[in-house]
């Protein structure tokens, strides 16, 4: 999500502009791309519009995440390890 810049009392009247214009571009991308379906925000302060599968991520192999469709109408797979479903399970 687009951050405002501080302003210092130093800053001129084109130093302000030229924040302002720089904000308003960066607020503009990540607003096509959110409506162009192109990202997603994990929460309201989450500074960068991404893909799901950039966005969740996996740790100490439990899960994995797998592209299903590459380039069709993807979905995104996640699958839970066997070990560790017996290991908290006692399957």
Do not use: H, P, Q
Request: net charge negative.
């Amino acid at each position: 999500m687009a951050t405002i810049d501080a302003l210092s009392g130093t800053d001129t009247g084109s130093d302000c502009l030229d924040s302002l214009y720089d904000d308003l571009v960066e607020l503009n991308a990540e607003v096509a791309a959110i409506t162009a379906g192109s990202g997603v925000l994990i929460s309201s302060n989450d500074s960068t519009v991404g893909y799901l599968n950039g966005k969740l991520t996996v740790t100490a192999n439990v899960l994995t995440l797998t592209e299903g469709t590459d380039g069709g109408d993807e979905t995104l797979n996640i699958t839970i390890s066997d070990t560790f479903l017996k290991s908290r399970f006692l399957l």
